[in-house]
């Protein structure tokens, strides 16, 4: 299913090249990427598929997070770097899309081993990267222990300090205070203004969310603080349904003693599956792509999709849900926290300055809200006719072309 991607991505482009009216050549500039690294890396006596590929730079360097995951595969690693370029240029920082990523299995590895991953991954890939050049950060099963040892290898092979060459650093290691739970806050910005725009009221409100890692862990405690109702969520494991509403401190509590969410013994064990077609109003998706595809579309109940996950719907489960009137706000725009912290740790460390907490929240939330006015108003302006994912990628693409074109390289 996964090698399909891409296609579908191209698919969306020339739907777009002509609500845009778009040229061959835009297009073509759009679906090509501008680097693929790829190597293998020998690890004892495995070797390991590893690429970064660098989408776009038309508006500044590389930007995207490295996965491991035994999923990993070109096309995904591909698809990542294109949305990353997408993401950077509606939140408008400086950067283009760029993604890597290893394909093995991290969960079943010893910390020395994840931590010679780490490191050959940098050996193979430091020539392409740079804090000017191509800027990595944490995915799926990446963390900031992960980055530490790649800003070490890195700085080795360079013979010199250059912290901005990596985000979602340890603090310690000149990250961002609030890089940990960067992706959370930016989706639970959105998720208020949502609710804010829609009237809709709170308390009447019944939430599931599916992943309960970096991102959905993080975000279902921000909700149940808020007082949302969160009635389900999972991980890789399964998922656990409580129709009442899960005690979340409780619920991550067993989470981080026994390994899942379905050790917790209030409510019933459900599978991933059945979490997503629940009676719900929002569902959250956090884990990973494709979790809905047009052989379950037609199954989801709730009226409200928030895409924390990068591409958690497929292309043709699009068409269906915007059949069934299902509103779905885009990874692109849901999940951008992340990038835009990451963006405050690189213009920290590239100036030396430190800034507040309580300032960059600020600055966060006021991103955040810029890019959903941006996109509600474009949205609004094709009358509704098409959906708030096109409505972003009007917007991104805008920006992309007009920098290629201000470059030269979109003339004849
Ligand atoms: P993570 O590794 O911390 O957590 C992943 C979660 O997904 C875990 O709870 C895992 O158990 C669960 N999972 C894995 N396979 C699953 C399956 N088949 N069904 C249900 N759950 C499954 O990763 P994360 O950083 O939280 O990332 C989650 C998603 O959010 C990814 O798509 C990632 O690209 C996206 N994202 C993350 C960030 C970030 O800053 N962490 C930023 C933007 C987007």
Redesign the pocket.
């Known amino acids: 299913m996964k090698e399909k991607i891409f296609t579908d991505i191209v698919k969306r482009l020339n739907e777009i090249k002509k609500i845009a009216n778009l040229s061959d050549k835009e297009i073509e500039l759009l679906s090509k990427p501008k680097k693929v690294s790829y190597t293998t890396l020998q690890i004892d006596n495995q070797k390991l598929p590893a690429w970064r590929i660098l989408f776009n730079d038309a508006l500044g360097p590389g930007k995207g997070?490295i996965?491991f995951h035994p999923g990993v595969c070109k096309d995904e690693v591909l698809s990542?770097a294109f949305w990353m370029m997408i993401k950077d240029a509606l939140a408008e920082i400086p950067y283009g899309g760029a993604k890597g990523g290893v394909k093995f299995d991290p969960q079943k590895a010893s910390l020395k081993k994840l931590e010679k991953v780490s490191r050959k991954f940098i050996d193979a890939f430091y020539v392409v990267l740079g804090e000017n050049k191509d800027i990595p950060?944490?995915?799926?099963?990446t963390n900031s222990q992960v980055m530490a040892w790649m800003l070490d290898e890195y700085e080795k092979k360079v013979g010199h300090h250059e912290p901005a060459i990596i985000t979602?650093k340890p603090v310690e290691l000149q990250g961002c205070v609030l890089r940990d739970d960067?992706?959370a806050r930016g989706g639970f910005i959105i998720i208020k203004e949502m609710i804010k725009n829609l009237k809709l009221n709170k308390k009447n409100l019944k939430i599931a969310i599916?992943?309960?890692?970096?991102?959905?862990?993080n975000l279902t405690q921000m909700l149940w603080q808020d007082g949302f109702k969160i009635v389900a969520t999972?991980?890789?494991?399964g998922g656990i349904y409580y129709q009442k509403g899960l005690n979340i401190p409780k619920l991550s509590k067993v989470k981080n003693q026994s390994g899942s969410v379905i050790n917790f013994t209030t409510g019933q064990v459900i599978s991933?599956q059945k979490l997503l077609e629940l009676p719900v109003n929002i569902l959250i998706l956090?884990?990973?792509?494709n979790?809905i595809t047009k052989e379950n579309a037609n199954n989801i109940r709730a009226k409200y999709i928030v895409e924390?996950?990068?591409g958690?719907i497929s292309y043709q489960a699009d068409k269906v849900l915007f059949a069934k009137n299902i509103n779905i706000i885009p990874?692109v725009l849901a999940?951008a926290g992340?990038?835009i912290v990451s963006y405050f740790e690189w213009a920290q460390n590239k100036t030396g300055n430190v800034l507040d907490k309580k300032y960059l929240e600020k600055l966060l939330q006021q991103k955040m809200i810029a890019s959903w006015r941006k996109v509600i108003t474009i949205h609004k302006e094709y009358k509704n006719r098409i959906d708030l994912r096109t409505a972003a990628y009007l917007i991104a693409i805008k920006r992309i072309l007009a920098a290629e074109k201000l470059r030269g390289h979109l003339n004849n």
């Open positions: 997070g996965r990542l950060a944490p995915d799926v099963y979602g960067a992706t599916q992943g309960f890692g970096n991102a959905g862990s999972s991980d890789s494991q991933n956090a884990a990973l792509e979790q924390i996950a990068n958690p990874d999940n992340g990038v």
